[in-house]
């Protein structure tokens, strides 16, 4: 029986391998793109360098207003992942552990609305942010973009593996709903607000369409945003630009995701890493 479990771990540690190449290949190809001159680039685009050029990375702070499109997609995604992450836990709580009637009927209803294509919202959202004169303006990104159904319900499932008696003593000592929630739920909570606040923000943070159909002023461009325009020049003639924002765009996302991994995989495996 060892020797067959330790043949399973080999083969397992094989494919395991296997799967993280696979995974890191397109990462390293752009880090080490991101470091050659442009011709090489479109040459020998999966070779190693045969010299070490900063030259995208300095036409990025040259060309481009790189730290202030990083600003605003900062505090574009900053403020939809904490919006989405504190309402989206107060409908949770509520639709989880309050008690009241219609309570079921109302998550139903928010279910159903998953199932419509978000396409079918452009227009009319576009015409009602317009006549409230939000086009050009970061509330017309971050309002609609502040709760998502997905994550109430993600959330809403996390909440309800809290048992109810620990609710019931804060009751006894005296405890309101929002000293509940603050007090005891939401540290309770963690790993699954580490998730939504992971995907939320990577959501937003790679958005290009809301960006694209509302900002109008070059000063409030995210970097997506930034990034499509710069690139839309003669093909071919701004390789090392590119290529450059490509790692710097992804940095952000995986420096999150490396500080919060340990509650992202807590949330849906309950296993508690140390």
Not at 145 to 159: K, P, S
Not at 190 to 201: C, G, K, S, W
Not at 250 to 260: A, G, K, N, S
Request: cysteine-free; aromatic content about 14%; charged content about 15%.
């Amino acid at each position: 029986m060892r020797q067959r479990e330790k043949n399973e771990a080999i083969y397992a540690y094989i494919w395991l391998v296997i799967g993280l190449i696979f995974v890191l290949y397109p990462f390293i190809l752009m880090v080490v793109n991101s470091f050659k001159p442009g011709p090489e680039i479109m040459h020998n685009p999966t070779e190693m360098p045969s010299m070490i050029s900063l030259k995208g990375y300095e036409g990025l702070f040259k060309n481009l207003d790189i730290l202030l499109l990083f600003k605003n997609s900062f505090i574009v995604a900053g403020s939809v992942t904490f919006l989405n992450v504190f309402l989206g836990a107060m409908a949770a709580f509520a639709l989880s552990k309050i008690k009241f009637p219609g309570r079921d009927l109302i998550f139903r209803i928010m279910l159903i609305t998953m199932m419509i294509p978000g396409v079918l919202f452009f227009i009319p959202t576009y015409s009602m942010l317009y006549s409230w004169g939000w086009v050009n303006n970061f509330r017309a990104i971050i309002i609609p973009g502040a709760v998502g159904v997905y994550n109430i319900f993600l959330i809403r499932q996390f909440m309800m593996q809290i048992p109810d008696s620990m609710i019931e003593v804060a009751k006894v000592d005296g405890a309101s709903d929002f000293q509940i929630f603050g007090k005891v739920i939401l540290p309770m909570s963690r790993p699954v607000l580490a998730t939504v606040a992971i995907l939320t923000f990577m959501g937003s943070w790679n958005d290009l369409f809301g960006p694209l159909l509302y900002l109008r002023d070059k000063a409030k461009w995210t970097i997506q945003l930034g990034i499509h325009i710069f690139s839309k020049g003669v093909p071919g003639s701004r390789l090392e630009e590119i290529w450059a924002a490509n790692v710097l765009v992804t940095l952000p996302v995986v420096i999150i995701y490396i500080f919060l991994q340990k509650e992202f995989i807590k949330a849906f495996t309950n296993v508690d890493l140390k």
